[in-house]
């Protein structure tokens, strides 16, 4: 059953906003763990994401069973490569780099992964993900040695690809920590052209991006750098 996938459409069509809080495993403060789990639980989050381009930490396994103890939101995979797998979550996002080229991002990784995911409980959701310019140079375009979208009628065309192939969601990527997020204008013209949902995550750095990017069409805003710099990011204005 679909349940995690369901939520997300259904929240999609009642017009309810979804976000998710981006954890990446190699920037926990283990001495704080509780309080960073508390944070998450009184935010307004509605799911937590796990992942990171590179992860060299192999204690992913252990943050998601300490998160679930604590707290009940969903605990989505958002992984850069297959050693990010951790069947402690309840999903992944099994993301397709459509933006790109790199055969490894588009199938070659999948296939790697395909024969655990067989055999685990995860909930697997096609994502397209589709990286776009956003100022400077980022993670992503680094390791998947692939160049991000600038050309609005390229993304819009990607993503409308993207739901052809069967994907159940489309995520637009400025990149974490990115100079600028996705304009408001590229959130609008894919969100008219989509059914699925959408994410969009990268560089908001505010309460009012989130909202400007919800404003714009976004289904579900991704927050990672912002709330780790300030664990009260969503007490603020
Ligand atoms: C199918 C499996 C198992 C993996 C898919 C692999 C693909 C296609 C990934 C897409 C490209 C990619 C490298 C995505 C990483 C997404 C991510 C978690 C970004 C988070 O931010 P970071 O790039 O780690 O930012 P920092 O450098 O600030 O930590
Ligand atoms: O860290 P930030 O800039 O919030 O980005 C979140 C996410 O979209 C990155 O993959
Ligand atoms: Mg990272």
Request: net charge negative; charged share 20%.
């Amino acid at each position: 059953m679909q349940m995690l996938y369901n939520d997300i459409l259904s929240a999609k069509n009642q017009n309810r906003k979804l976000l998710a809080i981006l954890l990446d495993p190699d920037k926990i403060d283990w001495e704080n763990l509780e309080l960073l789990i508390g944070k998450i639980c009184s935010s307004p989050a509605t799911h937590v994401f796990i992942g990171g381009s590179r992860v060299f930490t192999d204690r992913i396994d252990e943050l998601i069973v300490e998160i679930k103890d604590r707290c009940a939101l969903p605990i989505l995979l958002f992984p850069g490569n297959p050693s990010q797998i951790s069947h402690e979550a309840d999903g992944i996002l099994f993301l397709s780099l459509l933006s790109g080229r790199n055969p490894d991002f588009l199938i070659g990784h999948h296939v790697k992964a395909a024969p655990t995911l067989k055999n685990s409980k995860l909930e697997i959701i096609p994502t397209g993900y589709i990286l776009i310019d956003s100022g400077s140079e980022t993670a992503v375009a680094k390791v998947s040695g692939t160049n991000p979208l600038s050309d609005e009628n390229e993304i819009v065309s990607t993503a409308i690809a993207g739901q052809m192939l069967g994907k159940k969601l489309i995520y637009l990527e400025a990149g974490s920590g990115a100079k600028n997020a996705v304009h408001t204008q590229i959130i609008t013209s894919v969100s008219e052209n989509l059914d699925i949902p959408l994410i969009v995550g990268g560089g908001i750095k505010t309460n009012a991006g989130i909202r400007n990017a919800y404003d714009a069409g976004a289904d579900l805003v991704v927050i990672g750098t912002a709330f780790e710099n300030d664990l009260n990011f969503f007490g603020n204005d």
